[in-house]
């Protein structure tokens, strides 16, 4: 058995807690019940089986690969009594990484909605963190979640693409979800290009302010090719004052006239889910 002069034991699971020492890698004890982890996780149900069988008893203590911070927030999904921790970037990895090694279930479930936010003005879900769930999503095999954070990403800003080092992604996903980005830009910056085609001439003041404008609205579509950008441009152009009944379908319209009528068709176009067709991978696979 462990010393208790080289081991530290867990707060949020003391000694007495449980008949099971946990032992992380870090060499942090938790006392754990062990019928909880037979009851919600179909792996250590079979390792304490088969440790009973070994021993000809109950298992006293068992040692995991795990640290203690992963262990900690692993441990908290499988005791009824306990409530999940916030969800943590910067170790969420890990906490799947066991939950697929344990089959805890439970544990991507509540990341996955912790993920989602729900927009009530347009009633649809958008993802937090996309790149980042965007590659958990692929590597665990987590489809739907997978769309969600590529749909995101194709009309996300153009700062969510980066991921943090020690990550590798297949470059022909990466590449995908540029050249998608592209043609969305394309075809929102096409909206204003063939509507400023059309203008009649008479609508010189307005028309030379719309084209000193659309250059910078261009460069940030390409940024964010989403309502957003045109949304936060909604007055960047007046309209034409009225002359006249020869003023009809090219007549000039400001741009919040004009933008509010596309606003419902760049919406539904942005909530299409592309099709995955490659899975991410991790660094240590390459």
Sequence with gaps: MSSPIDYTQSAEFPENYGDLRLVSSDRVVFSFPPFFLSH????????LETAREQSRGPLKELRLTEDSTTLDQLLRFLDPTKKPLPIDMNTVEGLLESAQKYQVERVFEYWEEQMKVQDEDRK???????????FLASHFGRDNLTKLAECELVRAPDKELYLSK???VDHREVIRI?????????RLIGRIRDYQTNLY???CREA??????ILPLTLQLIKEPSWNTFERNIDIWSSCPSQGSTHKSGHQEGSRILFNSWKWGILAEEDVQPIVKTRLRRKTEM
Aim: hydrophobic share 40%; net charge positive.
């Design 201 to 203: 001439p008479q609508c």
């Design 178 to 186: 540029i050249q998608l980005r592209q043609e969305r830009s394309e």
């Design 124 to 134: 649809v879900i958008k993802i937090r963190y996309p790149m980042m769930t965007f």
């Design 40 to 47: 919600m996780s179909p792996v250590f149900k079979e390792m």
């Design 166 to 168: 020690g990550f590798i």
């Design 208 to 213: 030379v302010l719309m084209k000193t404008n």
